[in-house]
């Protein structure tokens, strides 16, 4: 009885995730009410309530979610090539999450430059193991193996997919100040300064 109850609960939030994350890619978020929300996924507003505290909460989720969703697909990807060069496996990561991005700008848009919530954000530990999201742990393994010693990986880490974020939201979204085809090969030497400028001597 108390599985059945567990499982009714996450049927209902997993239906409020949804709802939103339609919502929110369709229109500006500033107009998208709890109520229409909660009409949407089939509950009563009050039980909206019981899930999330407000719509900042439930749309930061859904940000942390679709951005480590990205990440997960770019690392799997990487996973299936043998790529041994330290810095030509974080451009190969950092350009298949571009790719999904440029193909899904409506994604592009509501995660806005807060793609470093996929992976650094509370809300990922809630979603994914460190056995299924490992991109933390595969960056300073692969830091560690080829010689670049960094006196802290994750915050090498941080900076570059802030970077990324940052700088790639506009070209993405508004081909500003270049359509991201042309940015790539200004942010792919951007990002070898960056893991050869930390490096400990």
Same mark, same amino acid.
């Given at each position: ?76 990807? *990487?996973? +299936?090539?043998?790529?041994? /060069?330290? %810095? $030509?496996?974080?451009?190969? =990561?950092?350009?298949? @999450? ?43 393994? *692969?830091? +560690?193996?080829?010689?670049? /010693?960094? %006196? $802290?990986?994750?915050?090498? =880490?941080?900076?570059? @997919? ?40």
């Amino acid at each position: 009885m108390k599985s059945k109850i567990i499982e009714n609960k996450k049927i209902k939030e997993t239906k409020l995730l949804n709802a939103a994350f339609e919502l929110f890619t369709s229109k500006d978020i500033q107009n998208v009410t709890i109520s229409e929300i909660a009409k949407k996924a089939g509950v009563a507003k009050g039980t909206f309530y019981l899930y999330f505290k407000d719509k900042d909460q439930i749309r930061d989720i859904l940000i942390s979610r679709e951005a480590s969703r990205i990440f997960l697909n770019a690392q799997e990807k *990487l996973d +299936e090539n043998d790529i041994r /060069n330290f %810095e $030509d496996s974080i451009i190969y =990561l950092i350009n298949q @999450i571009l790719n999904e991005l440029e193909s899904n700008k409506q994604v592009a848009s509501f995660i806005q430059k807060n793609l470093s919530w996929g992976i650094f954000s509370d809300y990922v530990h809630k979603s994914y193991s460190n056995d299924e999201l490992h991109i933390r742990k595969r960056f300073a393994e *692969l830091a +560690e193996k080829n010689a670049y /010693n960094y %006196e $802290d990986p994750n915050l090498v =880490l941080f900076m570059i @997919i802030d970077f990324v974020g940052s700088t790639c939201y506009s070209s993405i979204v508004k081909n500003e100040p270049l359509p991201i085809r042309e940015y790539k090969p200004y942010l792919f030497d951007a990002i070898r300064a960056i893991l050869q400028s930390q490096k400990k001597s």
